[in-house]
């Protein structure tokens, strides 16, 4: 075995958040002093070096001594934690309307994970998405103008599509928000959405084109919303392991 020091590159005041949020978490639970195998700082190291970097569970365990379901347990508890801080969508389109944003933007993400069994009802593979052609988790997002991610959905089998995990998730809060004057950006895959949900117009059949004022608009429209692209980017560049989940997919929302 070969020892070497290496540096996560977080900042310290990101660890020591997360620590205060395990200690809390603790004593909410009551834990008795001096049962853990980590103090809150280190539990919380592990677990943005698996957030940042990816590192293998096991690895984590040998280099902080503790058994490998150990070091799974210690990373639930952070993930917990972590989403426990998550705001309602409610509150992010609230916070948005006070702040005047002219329009928010939906989409939806495949986080790609492990081969799945689990099938659905009529018997195809319930994580595997046809669109995709990849075993996976559907999540929607909603971003701000600039690409900032919002909020994030809970997960759904990569076998539903966009605009039904929509429905579910995150429709009702936007048709509120609409109605108040923040409108919805998203494409083609969530057309007939509702009010408030402005997507592209599709080309009409039959070999036909837009007229100029609906290309015009489908122009504009998707110039304005590209810019969601970056949300997802900025969370699975930042975060590698949702670049491909290996724990359990009904944790990718989390």
Not at 38 to 61: C, D, I, K, N, Y
Not at 64 to 82: C, G, K, M, W
Not at 117 to 129: M, N, Q, V
Not at 194 to 222: A, E, M, W, Y
């Amino acid at each position: 075995m070969i020892a070497y020091r290496a540096t996560l590159d977080l900042p310290r005041e990101l660890a020591w958040y997360l620590a205060g949020l395990l200690r809390a978490d603790q004593r909410q639970r009551r834990t008795p002093k001096g049962r853990r195998a980590l103090s809150v700082f280190r539990h919380a190291v592990l677990a943005l070096r698996w957030f940042r970097e990816g590192t293998r569970v096991a690895q984590l365990a040998r280099d902080t001594s503790i058994s490998i379901a150990t070091a799974y347990r210690y990373l639930h508890e952070a993930i917990d934690v972590l989403a426990g801080q998550a705001p309602e969508l409610p509150d992010v389109l609230a916070d948005c309307l006070r702040e005047n944003t002219p329009y928010v933007i939906l989409d939806g993400k495949l986080v790609p994970t492990d081969r799945v069994a689990a099938r659905a009802d009529e018997g195809h593979h319930l994580w595997y998405s046809g669109n995709h052609h990849k075993f996976g988790g559907n999540i929607q997002f909603v971003a701000a103008p600039d690409g900032f991610p919002l909020w994030v959905s809970d997960v759904a089998p990569g076998s539903f599509v966009d605009l039904p995990v929509a429905v579910d998730q995150a429709l009702g809060a936007l048709y509120h928000a609409a109605a108040q004057g923040l409108p919805t950006l998203a494409d083609k895959g969530y057309q007939g959405a509702g009010i408030g949900v402005h997507t592209p117009i599709k080309n009409p059949r039959g070999g036909n084109v837009l007229d100029v004022d609906n290309r015009c608009h489908n122009t504009l429209l998707t110039r304005l919303r590209c810019r969601g692209e970056r949300a997802m980017a900025l969370l699975t560049q930042r975060w590698r392991p949702l670049q491909r989940i290996t724990l359990c997919p009904w944790h990718i929302g989390d």
